[in-house]
């Protein structure tokens, strides 16, 4: 049914097509006319048309069995009714339509066959009328404008599909110039990338640069540093070596006092073991003298001899004290020389050490600057830390951390 259109017309809703020549006899036992079952029918559609889809199928009937025809109910809508005349004009294609039929009908042709042809043609409203009065059928059918079911709503979809193209059209221009804008951004993006890695470049460099000055500097830091502990040994080693020169000549001393002094001790003894013997033979050189002049001479003799020995005693104690005292200053005044020149090689390590490390923190090694200022302790007089160093520190306890001197109040910043 090649249709027009553009006329308006009346036309079957839902739309059908009747396909004719289903029939397959009569059944012997009872009589009554048989024919094409829905899935045979449904086969022989998709025969005719193989892209159509049917989706019901109605086999007509009356008291005397099968009339040999099925109706083809497509869906209530447009698309229903395109694939109704599509199906319409296939078996119109292969010359089995209404007026094939028609003829066809009137030679008796449409039972017998080895074959069955099946026709069709889409159902027009007086012949829905004759088919179907009662509409047991297909309930509810009725007859529709063409213009009002099918013409407005492929009207719709043509302005949809032109206004669908219009904005495809206008997303097209736009996803071009996003992509024009995105080429562009990518170009840019990428000389931003390689600018990025050039001076990621530069800094790795540097930082190259300064991972090797702080390699050196650490190394000459080190160096000083076992320098100093090697001097710093071998001065101890030399004061070690004078103390012990030193006590071992305060030991010699020692001994030689005793040694004076156990002599002296024998000239004592000595000395009362000659006047005990000196007065024995005084007293019996006296015997024979009166007992009063002898007792008086004796007397006598014997204070004269006591008077010397407590002299010669005292002196000889007297000048034992001033070679003791002697010995004793001599030998405080070796130990405070000793201690003092201890103290100027100390002093002068601790300046040249304190120049080599005074210029960074005792406590994390960085060097002084704007950033770590120095610190001054008050109460120590110190000032070998930076200020971060000193505030974290201050937090865990009030002492400096060179000489653990408790602080009363907290490091000032020093300005170089």
Not at 268 to 289: F, G, H, K, P, T
Request: hydrophobic fraction near 35%; proline fraction near 3%; charged fraction near 40%.
């Amino acid at each position: 049914m090649q249709a027009s259109y553009g006329a308006d017309k009346l036309i079957v809703w839902p739309p059908c097509v009747l396909l004719e020549h289903t029939g397959l006899g009569h059944d012997p036992e009872t009589g009554k006319s048989i024919g094409l079952n829905a899935a045979e029918v449904r086969s022989a559609v998709s025969a005719v048309a193989p892209k159509i889809a049917i989706r019901r199928v109605v086999p007509v009937y009356k008291e005397e069995g099968h009339k040999g025809r099925y109706l083809v109910v497509f869906p209530d809508c447009d698309a229903g009714y395109i694939d109704a005349v599509a199906l319409h004009d296939a078996f119109k294609d292969r010359k089995r339509g209404r007026d094939e039929w028609g003829r066809d009908e009137r030679q008796e042709v449409r039972y017998g066959e080895k074959k069955k042809e099946l026709y069709g043609y889409l159902v027009e409203p007086h012949e829905m009328k004759k088919l179907d009065r009662k509409k047991r059928l297909v309930r509810n059918w009725k007859e529709e404008s063409f213009q009002e079911k099918v013409m407005k709503s492929q009207r719709e979809k043509m302005k949809a599909s032109e206004e669908n193209q219009k904005i495809e059209a206008e997303l097209l221009a736009s996803v071009n110039e996003q992509k024009r804008k995105l080429a562009a951004d990518e170009a840019a993006m990428d000389k931003r990338k390689a600018e990025i890695m050039a001076v990621d470049e530069e800094y790795a460099a540097e930082e190259r640069r300064q991972e090797e000055n702080r390699k050196k500097h650490e190394e000459q830091k080190k160096r000083m540093i076992d320098q100093f502990e090697a001097e710093k040994a071998e001065r101890l080693r030399q004061f070690t070596e004078k103390e012990m020169n030193m006590r071992a000549e305060i030991n010699k001393n020692l001994k030689d006092e005793e040694d004076e002094m156990a002599r002296i001790r024998r000239d004592n003894s000595s000395l009362e073991s000659n006047i005990r013997v000196q007065q024995a033979l005084a007293m019996a050189d006296m015997r024979a003298r009166t007992q009063v002049a002898i007792a008086t001479e004796a007397q006598k003799g014997l204070d004269e001899i006591k008077t010397r020995h407590e002299f010669k005693l005292r002196e000889m104690k007297e000048r034992h004290l001033e070679e003791r005292k002697k010995l004793l200053e001599e030998r405080a005044a070796k130990k405070e020389a000793a201690w003092n020149s201890y103290n100027v090689g100390q002093e002068a390590l601790d300046k040249e050490m304190e120049t080599v490390l005074g210029l960074e923190c005792q406590v994390c090694f960085e060097e002084f600057g704007p950033e770590r200022p120095k610190v001054f302790y008050i109460a120590c007089k110190h000032a070998k830390s930076c200020q971060p160093c000193a505030d974290e520190l201050w937090k865990k306890n009030h002492e400096c951390p060179h000489c653990r001197t408790v602080q009363n109040k907290k490091p000032i910043k020093l300005f170089d």
